[in-house]
């Protein structure tokens, strides 16, 4: 089957090399012409583990090609995904359509034959039916079926979470749409991934229900290890503890300095701003961003008072190690980091940085950051060393070396990497989340 990708960006380009890899026929569109032609090159416009050779193997198998032009590139494509960006718009957090009208406008003018096209990129509730009516307006005489289906790839992961998901949901009620996506995950249904089918609206609304459920249970067992600090509680266990209860689940308990990243910030905003179109308020959600949002600068209040509070810091020096939202990523949108540095150099800090792949996009968005090649030359002459983001290479640091590096053994471990006892036997002033 063929199937064409409109858009070449994190989720476009993932999901059109795993396609291919099924064996189908893939070509990712992208206006870009530089990416377009980086691709051709085989150089990746994103970081992702394992997607340079995944989409090294399917060019070279003749499976997977790239090309500017949407006419040429959907031109047989039983399937054509939408997998533009829908940032959100500038003022209000609402999800900004105007990349995914724009593409249904020309897919609809460019169609040339019968096909199924599907909204990958998140969109709010109802947009499937607004790309129908625009495809419909174009005059088109080919059938067209509009059908969601979301992806829930997480950065780092996207490629194992594409090939073995928890589950695939499709919104349609359309039979032709039925038919075509059925044959488009058909490797998938031979490994038995759950499949749900379900109306279009339902889907969209699915995506949305997800992230802000996963950003609702990170902002939970944030505040519990505020709490934690509190009462001289562990919230490690506390997480364990209530983790292993089967109606609440391990994953997503891990507290840290609030989550950011391309999907968790956007998407809850965007569906606040759904609800209250609607009538119809999420509170829980509208709690969840305010206490996200005020958490990252109390990440940066943390490190100050580790300096011995606002006054004793300024002229003092701070080691920022990680610095994108997450591990395994250079996506620096909404990290953590970027509040933490903020806080730090307003507060007259002087704050060196390393980070193993997001320092080029983390440049302009800190200025008055100095980046360094290696964690240690962050860390020489540093009062305090902080652990923002969790990067295997800062799991087992030589805290030899630093003790002799540092002016002074303070570790801020946003991440709880370490042990608490561990570190105060090694001689650390050691400061974490949740943990007394
Ligand atoms: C997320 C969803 O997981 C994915 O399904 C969706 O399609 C896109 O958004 P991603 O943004 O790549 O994926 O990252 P994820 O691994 O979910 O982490 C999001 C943020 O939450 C990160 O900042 C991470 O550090 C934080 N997080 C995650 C925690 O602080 N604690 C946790 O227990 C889990």
Known sequence: MKIAMVGSGYVGLVSGACFA????????IDK????IDRLHDGIMPIYE???DALVAGNVEAGRLSFTTSLAEGIKGASAIFIAVGTPS????GHADLTFVHQVAREIGQNLANDAVVVTKSTVPVGTGDEVERIIADSGTRHRVAVVSNPEFLREGAAI???KRPDRIVIGTEDTFGREVMSEVYRPLFLNESPILFTSRRTSELIKYAANAFLATKITFINEMADLCEKVGAD??????????DGRIGPKFLHAGPGYGGSCFPKDTLALLKTAEDYDSPVRIVEAVVKVNDSRKRAMGR???DALGGMEAGRGKKVALLGLTFKPNTDDMRDSPAIAVAQMLTDAGVEVAAYDPEGMEQARPLMPGVAMTDNPYAAIEDADAVVIVTEWDAFRALDFERIKTLAKAPVLVDLRNIYQPEDM?????KYISIGRS
């Not at 718009?89 to 209000?92: K, L, M, Q, T, W």
């Not at 105060?424 to 650390?428: K, P, S």
């Open 21 to 28: 890899d099924f064996g189908h026929e893939v070509v990712c």
């Open 32 to 35: 870009d012409q530089s990416k």
């Open 49 to 51: 583990p394992g997607l």
């Open 89 to 92: 718009r500038r003022g209000d």
């Open 160 to 162: 194992g979470d594409f």
């Open 235 to 244: 919230v490690q266990d506390v997480a364990r503890g209530i983790g292993m």
């Open 302 to 304: 943390k490190v100050l």
């Open 424 to 428: 105060q036997t090694r001689g650390f």
